[in-house]
């Protein structure tokens, strides 16, 4: 058994959260490690930490996920530390939840990591898309826990919530039930709608020869701020979890002249909840259309062996395993320089940046380069002067070797991305 972990925290207006986690002997992840990522994602929405207790366990208890007797020690801390809330470290089922919020003081709240990440994802969606997705998550979430939730209410100890203003009973439940699937499939009806006008722009820049880069990684690794250091994007980037959901594309221009673009796609996280894959799906397709993913990885995070195996599962999942990736190192301002020589002899085909400092962005823009005109085929072309239309389209998707005006037109050697080759091949001279 250990012993809680306890905090001092002054501030009365600020909810006081009590942690817990269990031990289990296949976790991929050290329990300290997992405890502390909730305490950030506590934090990022906007409560305090009081206490983190956690047991040892072979399997989650089928009742009460942890023992009965561990369940009354935290209902006796609860009391004692006047918490607000106790927060669950792994998704509970909707009886475990029940039953522990019966052992629990009546004004204390029981949730679990996926109902924390869900509030941070309501908190910090801005476009609506991303709250579209955020509501059909609540809502797949709260279907199955409608039914505890009346139970909860039936015994007096909610004072509110969900479906308080009508009368208790089954047939009220079942009523609200109904509700909620008609709330579900009236999302994702206006989803669908979205994703055909997301979808549509993707063709777009598919069918224009636009390189595509997206930018993915496990949350906080510093996406954005490599999109604000290349684009100027001026993307929200903070040192908090999930600051940012929705997904950005900004153009960049590489040092021979050739366009492409990137997109920063919200962060992934260890446990990510099936229904927050599910409902991103949309925004998630932003990675499996992309021709290059950069994977970001927060060098100076402890743990960055195991977020970086967290997001290539989630790659695996949406079907993005065979894009072709470069891992980003980034973060390398806030670690020693013997760590960076460890990592580099551990990942030889890695590049290392800081995206804060810029150290390394430029290395990285040449890895980028090379990859983006490696099926690029060389053609020597003659111009007439009246198409001028093509030669701004040769500077911004093709990479010039050598440009030549004579009477005849202009006179051009360049690398073409394969979707831009028809329109150039009529006028070619040789290749």
């Not at 891992?327 to 580099?344: H, M, Q, S």
């Not at 072309?381 to 009246?386: A, H, K, Q, S």
Request: aromatic share 4%.
């Amino acid at each position: 058994m250990s012993k809680p972990h306890f905090i001092d925290i002054e501030d009365p207006l600020v909810e006081r959260a009590l942690l817990v986690g269990i031990e289990r002997p296949e976790s991929a992840w050290p329990l300290a490690e997992s405890l502390a990522e909730l305490e950030r994602l506590t934090s990022t929405a906007g409560a305090e930490v009081v206490a983190t207790i956690s047991q040892k366990l072979e399997s989650p208890h089928p009742k009460t996920f942890i023992g009965s007797g561990k369940a009354e020690e935290v209902a006796g801390l609860c009391r004692s530390l006047s918490a607000d809330m106790v927060i669950f470290d792994d998704e509970l089922s909707p009886s475990q939840q029940t039953n522990l919020e019966k052992l629990m003081p009546k004004e204390v709240k029981v949730i679990d990591r996926t109902a924390l990440i869900l509030d941070i994802f309501a908190l910090h969606a801005t476009s609506k898309e991303g709250r579209l997705q955020v509501r059909l998550a609540q809502n797949e979430y709260l279907l199955p826990r409608l039914r505890g939730m009346w139970a909860h209410l039936a015994a007096n100890r909610m004072g509110g919530g969900v479906g308080s203003r009508f009368g208790e009973g089954e047939s009220q439940l079942e009523v609200d039930r109904r509700m909620v699937r008609n709330r579900i499939t009236a999302i994702k009806r206006e989803l669908k709608q979205l994703s055909a006008v997301r979808e549509l722009q993707r063709e777009g820049r598919r069918t224009s020869g636009i390189f595509r880069l997206a930018l993915t990684g496990y949350t906080n690794a510093g996406k954005s701020s490599l999109l604000n250091r290349l684009t100027n994007a001026g993307v929200l980037s903070y040192d908090k979890l999930f600051a940012t959901l929705d997904s950005t594309t900004r153009r960049y221009v590489l040092p021979e002249g050739r366009e492409i673009t990137l997109t920063d796609t919200v962060g992934f996280i260890q446990k990510l909840p099936t229904t927050l894959v599910e409902a991103f799906k949309s925004t998630l397709s932003e990675i499996v259309g992309a021709d290059l993913i950069l994977h970001i990885i927060d060098a100076s995070s402890s743990g960055y062996a195991a977020q970086r195996k967290a997001v290539e599962d989630v790659l695996q999942q949406i079907g993005a395993q065979n894009i072709r990736r470069i891992e980003v190192f980034n973060k390398i301002d806030l670690i020693d320089p013997e760590l960076i020589l460890a990592l580099t002899a551990r990942h030889p085909e890695a590049v290392f940046i800081s995206a804060q400092s810029g150290e390394g962005i430029s290395e990285l823009i040449e890895h980028v380069a090379k990859v983006a005109s490696a099926h690029d085929r060389l053609i020597d072309v003659l111009l007439p002067f009246e198409r001028g239309d093509l030669v701004s389209l040769a500077h911004e998707r093709c990479h010039i070797v050598s440009e030549e005006h004579s009477e005849r037109g202009t006179h051009i050697a360049m690398q073409v991305p394969a979707p831009c080759m028809g329109a150039f091949v009529p006028y070619a001279v040789t290749e």
